[in-house]
């Protein structure tokens, strides 16, 4: 069990532990998540739908297994039972998985690896379930229908006026499709991810190492037509949470190539995130780094989490690990303070608050969100592997 946790969270199991002087308790913390856990499962009992945040009245916002967001809610009971071992957790985890099954054939979407690789794949990893591992294998068939071998890309979305986007979002479903190679022994899944991966380190990104929300691609060349943002403050804005998916993406791409251009580019924007003048002390970002009524713009704890998580793998990996394990300490420990870290009861069963979805679209401003509930407790978990003594 503990050999299959270590390849959940994506962690070499011959790393040696860090050492630390942070006031981080990741007992105490892990204790608050899985009592708002509980309470989410007592008030929720509807398993057609997934809680995903809050709505403005304070009523809980659930969607339906097509939402993208839907696999992050099994995936967190799945971490919750990976750190106590108690098998209710793995139970509850199993129930709620069932009802994401269908999306293994939705060809409408590029973020199967989201809502089938946290919930599925969590799972599999931690139980060896034989038929996780064929909705998987099947979400993955599914999902590289969405490239072209033109544009170099898989496609993003299906609405608004775009020709072909790409957004630096998908970067976190790549992760599915080298698993199914590893399952399969078919390159194809691992050729469509390296080739996505590719396009998107050549498009994505500017100068200074931050990320472009939005490509738009011409269908018929594979040329760049715009750069654009659809979530960030601006076309030439850093959105937070998009430097925080480029960073965890490119880090997963160099684990499964061992190419270290990979491992380059998760270093640039990790030192982009990290050094931005914008980023507050807590290192709780802004939910752009260039929005501009700083500070008193909402702030977005789901980039903190996922940034955390990504960091502490790409410590792994880097010359400058030390310098990532402390920073993303530093944001674990700002995460679990009582200014993020919801009291047991409260939140609507949420574990975190403070996260920004959809800012330009005035959704989901400063509430809590289970992507980033569910990123907090990878990291957590990650943390307590290279920190044991925490």
């Known amino acids: 069990m503990k050999h299959l946790l270590f390849l959940c969270l994506g962690i070499c199991l011959l790393a040696t532990s860090c050492k630390s002087t942070a006031d981080l308790s990741v007992s105490k913390t892990m204790n608050t998540a899985e009592s708002q856990l509980k309470y989410s499962l007592k008030n ?13 009245d304070g009523s809980l916002h659930a969607v339906s297994s097509k939402d993208w967001t839907s696999g992050f809610y099994p995936g967190s009971m799945w971490y919750m039972y990976s750190y106590t071992q108690d098998q209710k957790w793995a139970d509850s985890a199993a129930a709620w998985n069932a009802g994401l099954e269908s999306a293994k054939f939705h060809t409408h979407t590029h973020d199967l690896g989201f809502v089938l ?75 469509v991810a390296v080739k996505h991966a590719e396009t ?14 939005v490509v738009d691609y011409d ?17 030439e804005s850093a959105w937070a949470r998009g430097q925080a998916w480029g960073l965890y993406g490119f880090t997963v791409v160099y684990r499964e190539t061992g190419d270290k251009k990979y491992l380059e580019q998760a270093e640039k924007i990790a030192d982009f995130f990290l050094n931005h003048p914008n980023l ?31 960091l502490l793998e790409l410590g792994r990996y880097s ?63 990650r943390y307590n592997m290279l920190n044991p003594e925490k």
Not at 290 to 299: E, G, K, S, V
Not at 323 to 336: G, N, P, Q, R, V
Not at 349 to 364: D, V
């Open 117 to 191: 690789y946290c919930s599925f794949g969590n799972g599999l990893k931690l139980t060896e379930n034989p038929k996780y591992a064929q909705i998987l294998l099947q979400g993955s068939q599914t999902l590289i229908k969405r490239f072209d071998p033109k544009v170099g890309s898989i496609r993003s979305w299906d609405f608004g006026s775009w020709e072909y986007p790409v957004i630096i979002d998908n970067m976190m479903n790549l992760e599915m499709l080298f698993w199914a190679t590893k399952y399969s022994g078919d390159t194809k899944f691992y050729d």
């Open 200 to 213: 998107t380190l050549k498009n994505h990104f500017r100068p200074d190492n931050s990320s472009v929300h």
């Open 44 to 56: 929720h009992t509807d398993k057609s739908t997934y809680p995903r945040s809050v709505n403005a």
């Open 219 to 235: 269908k018929t060349s594979g040329n760049v037509k715009a750069k654009k943002t659809h979530q960030g403050y601006s076309d």
């Open 280 to 310: 507050p002390e807590d290192m709780v970002p802004y939910w752009d780094f260039n929005a501009p009524d700083i500070p008193n713009t909402p702030r977005d704890a789901s980039a903190a989490a996922i940034a955390a998580s990504g």
């Open 319 to 381: 010359a400058k690990g030390s310098t990532y394990f402390d920073a993303a300490e530093k944001i674990l420990t700002s995460l679990s303070s009582p200014a993020y870290l919801a009291k047991p009861g409260t939140n609507q069963g949420f574990i975190l608050k403070h996260s920004t979805g959809h800012m330009p679209n005035k959704s989901e401003i400063d509430v809590p969100i289970n992507y980033a509930d569910y990123y907090f407790l990878e990291a957590l978990l």
